[in-house]
């Protein structure tokens, strides 16, 4: 697989947009989950909120990952071999 091409679908406007939309919303339910307690009781310090910022990028990364594989599957499904 070309890194270039890798690089061609995760940076697609669509595929960020929905990786940003996945992270929204499954970032906040794992940091009501994780640190719920600590934002409820105003102890959020500065490791909390890297915690926090991290929970974010996971999901984000998971998207993205996934979205560009399928893309690909899909690409050699088809027996293209184009780039984007």
Known sequence: MKIQ???GYATQRTLLLRSFKV??????LLVLINQGDVI?????????????LLTYCVPFCVATYS????????QNAQGKDDHV
């Open 5 to 7: 091409l890798w690089i």
């Open 23 to 28: 992270s929204a919303i499954v970032g906040s």
């Open 40 to 52: 409820a009781n105003g102890q959020l310090t500065v490791i909390h909120y890297l915690k926090i």
């Open 67 to 74: 979205s560009v594989a399928a893309l690909l599957n899909q």
